[in-house]
């Protein structure tokens, strides 16, 4: 269980959305989404920092692909999303995809996004 919440705290304080705009993240950025982060985890208010899961744990999945994705050929990546995908948009992805399948919701969080993923996003065979 701790593993699993750290795994989650860095997945969360990874992510895209612990900076104002896409881009560069620095500390002074992640501290101010922190101290966010902090207020409604202190203050109680569930939806806010479920919101913020959701966001923080598919933008730590992309994350964390695209970088396994650098060492491998694009026919055997995960998926292939365009470079100006915003987390926004890898989030709808998955939240459709989440929508459309109530069939597949009690399988794993994780291979359901990477699945959303692949469809939304599959390489290019050459």
Not at 13 to 41: D, F, H, P
Not at 52 to 66: A, L, W
Not at 83 to 97: L, S
Request: glycine residues 4%; neutral net charge.
């Amino acid at each position: 269980m701790k593993i699993t919440i750290f795994l989650i705290v860095i997945l969360m304080c990874t992510s895209s959305i612990c900076v104002a705009e896409e881009g560069e993240r620095t500390g002074n950025q992640l501290l101010k989404y922190c101290k966010n982060a902090m207020a409604a985890i202190e203050s109680r208010n569930h939806e806010e920092f479920s919101a913020g899961y959701c966001i923080g744990y598919v933008d730590g999945i992309d994350e964390m692909t695209n970088m396994i994705n650098i060492t491998r050929e694009p026919s055997k990546r995960a998926f292939c999303r365009p470079e100006n995908a915003t987390t926004r948009q890898i989030v709808r992805v998955v939240y459709k995809y989440l929508e459309d399948h109530p069939e597949e919701l009690h399988e794993d969080a994780y291979f359901l996004a990477i699945k959303a993923l692949q469809n939304a996003f599959p390489c290019k065979k050459k």
